[in-house]
């Protein structure tokens, strides 16, 4: 089993920044793709982005590249996304998520551990 817990969010103007941190524990060495889904009211899970835990390869949705940056600390066990010129669309639930399989990175349904999500609300 793999623990997921996230921390960062918060209530920021547009334009502004936030960085989320997803603190990972159990069975780490089982991580392929660690990465950040998030979720609007009354819309589906979407996939953000994510990082290969071992080898650092960076994946990211159309709608944040260029303004979100996924990193990780190996020896903290932690993953961050670093968001910057936010937009009232990027209002969600955010979700640290982990599986273990080589699979399409941005099927949010192939995920098998997942945090308890951080809100983050980006006002106009």
């Known amino acids: 089993q793999v623990q997921l817990v996230e921390s960062g969010g918060g209530l920021v103007q547009a334009g502004g920044s936030l960085r989320l941190s997803c603190a990972a524990s159990g069975r780490i060495f089982t991580i392929y793709y660690l990465g950040w889904c998030r979720q609007a009211p009354g819309k589906e899970r979407e996939f953000v982005a994510a990082i290969t835990w071992s080898g650092g390869s960076t994946y990211y949705a159309d709608s944040v590249k260029g303004r979100f940056t996924i990193s990780r600390d190996n020896a903290k066990n932690t993953v961050y996304l670093q968001m910057n010129s936010l937009k009232p669309e990027d209002t969600a639930v955010y979700y640290c998520?982990?599986?273990?399989?080589?699979?399409?990175?941005?099927?949010?349904?192939?995920?098998?551990?997942w945090g308890q999500g951080t809100q983050v609300t980006v006002s106009s």
């Open positions: 998520a982990a599986k273990n399989r080589r699979t399409v990175v941005a099927d949010t349904r192939e995920y098998d551990y």
